[in-house]
C-alpha cells in the first residue's frame, strides 16, 4: 500500500499568500521528497529532507519533519499563480529499501492572482 | 544532457489491442521506474529496474503487463489485450544510484477506448 498521503487534497488560496501541504506516512523511511506537476504531467523534484533532519529550505519552500508522528509539511511563502500545481510527497519503502519510492495522491494547489 | 523522453505522447487504442510505451532515461542512470496515474490521482509504482539486478515487478496490476529494459538503457512497458481502466498517463523516471532524486519524462496519456 501506499505510504505517502497529503492533506488537504485541494487548496485555494490569493497570490501573496502561504500555502501549507501536510504528508503523513506509515512505516519508517530513510528520506522524504517533495514533487511538483504541473497539468498531469512530468513530475519535478522540489526538496529532499533526511529522517535525520527537523527542518529545509529552499527558496520559498520551507520544509519540515517530525518523524514520531510520521508527517512532514510543505510550506510556500509569498506564493504566486505560477505555483498552481499538484504537489505530491514520496517516501521510500521501508528503511531497508530505499530504492523503492511511494507517492501520494497529492495536494492540488490554486493560487489566484 | 537531454531529460528523460517517452514515446508516444498520446495513444489512443481499442479494448484488447496490445500498445508497447517507450522510455528514454537519462544517459548513466542506471535506476529506472515506471509509474501509472489514474485522472486526478497519486502516482501508483508499476516497476523498478537497477543495473543488472533483477527487476522489482510488485507493482505490476495484472500478468497483461510486462517491461524490459534493454541494454540497461532504453525500457518498453507492454500491455497486452488493454482494458479500459488501463486508461491512464504512464510515466516513466530515472535516478542515478547515488542520488534520490527522481527525473521524469513527461509521460504517455493510453487512452482505451
Known amino acids: 500500500s501506499q505510504q505517502g498521503e497529503e492533506d488537504p487534497q485541494a487548496l485555494s488560496i490569493q497570490e501573496g499568500e502561504n500555502a501549507t501541504m501536510n504528508c503523513s506516512y506509515k512505516?519508517?523511511?530513510?528520506?522524504l521528497q517533495w514533487y511538483r506537476q504541473n497539468s498531469g504531467r512530468g513530475l519535478v523534484h522540489l526538496i529532499l529532507?533526511?529522517?535525520?533532519?527537523r527542518e529545509k529550505h529552499s527558496g520559498r519552500l520551507r520544509v519540515t519533519l517530525d518523524t514520531s508522528k510520521k508527517s512532514s509539511s510543505l510550506l510556500i511563502t509569498a506564493s504566486r499563480a505560477a505555483d498552481t500545481a499538484s504537489y505530491f510527497c514520496?517516501?521510500?519503502?521501508?528503511?531497508?529499501?530505499?530504492?523503492?519510492?511511494?507517492f501520494g495522491s497529492g495536494t492540488k494547489l490554486n493560487v489566484k492572482p | 544532457g537531454a531529460g528523460v523522453s517517452q514515446s508516444p505522447s498520446n495513444k489512443v487504442t481499442e479494448k484488447g489491442k496490445d500498445v508497447e510505451l517507450r522510455c528514454d532515461p537519462i544517459?548513466?542512470?542506471?535506476?529506472l521506474y515506471w509509474y501509472r496515474q489514474s485522472l486526478g490521482q497519486g502516482l501508483e509504482f508499476l516497476i523498478y529496474?537497477?543495473?543488472?539486478?533483477?527487476?522489482?515487478k510488485s507493482g505490476l496490476p495484472s500478468d497483461r503487463f510486462s517491461a524490459e529494459r534493454t541494454g540497461g538503457s532504453v525500457s518498453t512497458l507492454t500491455i497486452q489485450r488493454t482494458q479500459q481502466e488501463d486508461s491512464a498517463v504512464y510515466l516513466c523516471?530515472?535516478?542515478?544510484?547515488?542520488?534520490?532524486?527522481?527525473?521524469f519524462g513527461p509521460g504517455t496519456r493510453l487512452t482505451v477506448l
Open positions: 529532507i533526511r529522517s535525520n533532519e
Open positions: 514520496a517516501t521510500d519503502a521501508s528503511l531497508y529499501n530505499f530504492n523503492k519510492f511511494y
Open positions: 512505516t519508517s523511511i530513510n528520506n
Open positions: 523516471a530515472s535516478r542515478y544510484v547515488s542520488y534520490n532524486e527522481q527525473f
Open positions: 529496474f537497477q543495473g543488472n539486478s533483477a527487476p522489482d
Open positions: 544517459s548513466g542512470h542506471t535506476a
